[in-house]
């Protein structure tokens, strides 16, 4: 089956600067990738995903690339903010026609320091 | 407002004891899944449905249980069977076609007395 990596676990920035995280892929078959964001006690929340046949997206501060030679997709977040803490997750699924499974990397802990 | 609703936020057993989680969205969604997390990993597929009346396991479901008798509705057992049962437990519901996004509900802490 599939599996995600994502790295790293934690990463620290100060307010302002950007934010990276990557992840990779195992199946090539892949063509749906999410990005969320989870707060202390909620649930995850959808912030951006791109589809395989697009090479990047972009939606204000968050953007995210994939590279689907190279299996690996990352978030980018630029101009950080304190409200930008929280744990991040990527995914990765595979269209069957029907809804989809995601299958999740282990999460990256932002934290955005004044 | 659309959404999910999971309940209770947090809920205790005890040894030997069956609990049930509730799931309800009013996104008019097909598609429900259950996930568990645990600290320092990602989210882990339990169970899914992708239509009323059917469901599949997922990557552990040993130790737990679900029923799709509503659309709207979509409750997970944890049985006396699952020995680590402590987690936080997400729902998630999506449309029923290829690679739409999962909305998750708030979770479910379930903690062994």
């Known amino acids: 089956g599939e599996n995600v990596e994502q790295h790293p676990s934690t990463l620290s920035v100060q307010e302002g600067d950007s934010a990276v995280i990557k992840c990779t892929y195992s199946d090539s078959a892949s063509n749906y990738f999410p990005w969320y964001k989870q707060e202390l006690g909620k649930g995850p929340q959808l912030i951006i995903d791109?589809?395989?046949?697009?090479g990047e997206k972009k939606d204000q501060r968050i953007a995210v690339t994939l590279n689907k030679t190279a299996k690996h997709f990352s978030l980018h977040i630029t101009e950080t903010q304190p409200e930008d803490s929280a744990v991040y997750f990527c995914a990765a699924s595979i269209g069957t026609g029907t809804a989809s499974k995601l299958t999740f990397g282990t999460g990256t802990r932002l934290q955005v320091t004044l | 407002d659309g959404g999910i609703t999971q309940s209770p936020k947090y809920l205790f057993r005890k040894e030997g004891q069956n609990v049930t989680l509730s799931c309800e969205q009013n996104?008019?969604?097909?598609?429900m899944y259950w996930y568990r997390q645990d600290p320092g990993q990602g989210l882990r597929l339990i169970y899914y449905s992708q239509i009323v009346n059917d469901f599949q396991k997922g990557d552990i479901a040993e130790g737990y249980s679900v029923s799709r008798e509503k659309k709207e509705s979509f409750p997970l057992a944890v049985t006396s069977a699952q020995k680590n049962p402590t987690a936080f437990y997400l729902c998630a519901s999506t449309m029923r076609y290829d690679n739409q996004p999962q909305h998750f509900g708030d979770g479910t802490r379930l903690s062994i007395l």
């Open positions: 996104l008019n969604h097909d598609a």
């Open positions: 791109i589809r395989s046949n697009v």
